[in-house]
């Protein structure tokens, strides 16, 4: 495994079940300050359930996640998240019957040392969409507008690392386009981001490093340049 020379999180030997079934079998890996890390692999492979185990959501049976060295593998969600470590589901899951200026403010917090302090002016500049829409209710925004509202609520917790899953999943090219330029301006202004996403060409565009699951194991960590060298590697893993 190659480690980051400074890792700000670590997750080592991490073991999860879904009731009996075991679907993560030591997933390892670290993640450097301002590095973006992405979990490739087919459906199925353990990806998701890297994150939810990370966040809390599905409590690891065995294995160690740490934030800065302080452990977190074990902890309730809002614990994590007040550590540092923001969530951003696939299902979206916004506040439906709150504003989006509403929806934003829920999700500030005050930043943990070390984290950038971001801003709802932050955010409008991303996405100016949202500051037009910012007194509509969310439940009646499109799926991207509501895709780039959860991503703005979890950087308004000021994060040192944001976990991001499928992010583009089912949006217009246009909206794609910016959730990209939005996860490489957090990279520039040093928040560490772990992508799981299905667009292989948005995430080798992203990434400092890859990581591809097979079968709740990491079978591969690298560089999107190494990875697009090893043909026999896309074809088993990742090829549809």
């Known amino acids: 495994m190659t480690a980051a020379a400074h890792p700000l999180l670590s997750v080592?030997?991490?073991?999860?079940?879904?009731?009996?079934?075991?679907?993560?079998?030591?997933?390892?890996?670290?993640?450097?300050?301002?590095?973006?890390?992405?979990?490739?692999?087919?459906?199925?492979s353990g990806r998701s359930t890297t994150m939810k185990a990370i966040m809390g959501l599905v409590p690891p049976t065995s294995g160690q996640v740490a934030l800065q060295g302080r452990q977190l593998a074990g902890a309730r969600p809002y614990s994590i998240c007040r550590a540092g470590v923001a969530y951003v589901p696939e299902e979206r899951e916004v506040f439906a019957n709150l504003t989006v200026d509403e929806n934003l403010r829920m999700g500030e917090q005050p930043a943990p040392p070390g984290a950038m302090?971001?801003?709802?002016?932050?955010?409008?500049?991303?996405?100016?969409?949202?500051?037009?829409?910012?007194?509509?209710?969310?439940?009646?925004?499109?799926?991207?507008?509501?895709?780039?509202?959860?991503?703005?609520?979890?950087?308004?917790?000021?994060?040192?690392?944001?976990?991001?899953?499928?992010?583009?999943?089912?949006?217009?090219?246009?909206?794609?386009?910016?959730?990209?330029?939005?996860?490489?301006?957090?990279?520039?202004?040093?928040?560490?981001?772990?992508?799981?996403?299905?667009?292989?060409?948005?995430?080798?565009?992203?990434?400092?490093?890859?990581?591809v699951m097979g079968h709740g194991h990491i079978v591969f960590e690298g560089t999107p340049g190494q990875l697009l060298a090893d043909a026999q590697l896309l074809t088993d893993w990742l090829a549809v």
């Open 117 to 211: 302090h971001w801003t709802i002016a932050h955010m409008f500049d991303y996405f100016p969409r949202l500051k037009e829409r910012r007194n509509t209710l969310a439940g009646s925004l499109s799926g991207g507008e509501q895709q780039m509202l959860t991503m703005c609520r979890s950087l308004l917790g000021n994060p040192l690392v944001m976990l991001i899953d499928e992010p583009t999943e089912g949006l217009a090219p246009k909206i794609v386009a910016q959730v990209g330029e939005c996860i490489q301006d957090m990279h520039a202004k040093g928040v560490s981001v772990v992508l799981v996403e299905q667009k292989l060409a948005i995430a080798l565009k992203v990434s400092t490093r890859v990581c």
């Open 12 to 44: 080592t030997d991490l073991h999860a079940h879904y009731g009996k079934s075991h679907i993560l079998h030591g997933v390892s890996f670290d993640v450097g300050a301002g590095e973006v890390i992405s979990l490739l692999g087919r459906n199925g």
